[in-house]
């Protein structure tokens, strides 16, 4: 079945920096765009970077100029490089696969359990 493991997160100070990892199985990574969306707490499920197929990349303005997201088909993996982390950047940070580049979580249906970072100040 279609998978995603997130690894990676952890509890740092503001302007350090954490690289996320995003195991997938179960489906043709090579055939998917991959997303990054993240989750604080009493908060929706926000948009935070995508990377098509054919390596395209956005994001959002809130951490535009500070995450960098790739991806390795030969590994099915998809990373999420973040520095510069501020603790407005403190979330549960979730991946997910789609065929378009929706900003919307609702249009998803595959999630991972997710992986916290939290950045004090």
């Known amino acids: 079945q279609v998978r995603m493991d997130e690894s990676g997160g952890g509890q740092v100070q503001a302007g350090e920096s954490l690289r996320l990892s995003c195991a997938a199985s179960g489906f043709t990574f090579n055939n998917y765009a991959m997303s990054w969306f993240r989750q604080a707490p009493g908060k929706g499920r926000e948009f935070v970077s995508t990377i098509t197929v054919s390596g395209s990349t956005t994001y959002a303005d809130s951490v535009k100029g500070r995450f960098i997201i790739s991806r390795d088909n030969t590994k099915n993996t998809v990373f999420l490089q973040m520095d510069s982390l501020k603790p407005e950047d403190t979330a549960v940070y979730y991946c997910?696969?789609?065929?378009?580049?929706?900003?919307?979580?609702?249009?998803?249906?595959?999630w991972g359990q997710g992986t916290q970072v939290t950045v004090s100040s």
């Open positions: 997910t696969r789609g065929l378009g580049s929706s900003r919307n979580a609702r249009d998803y249906r595959y």
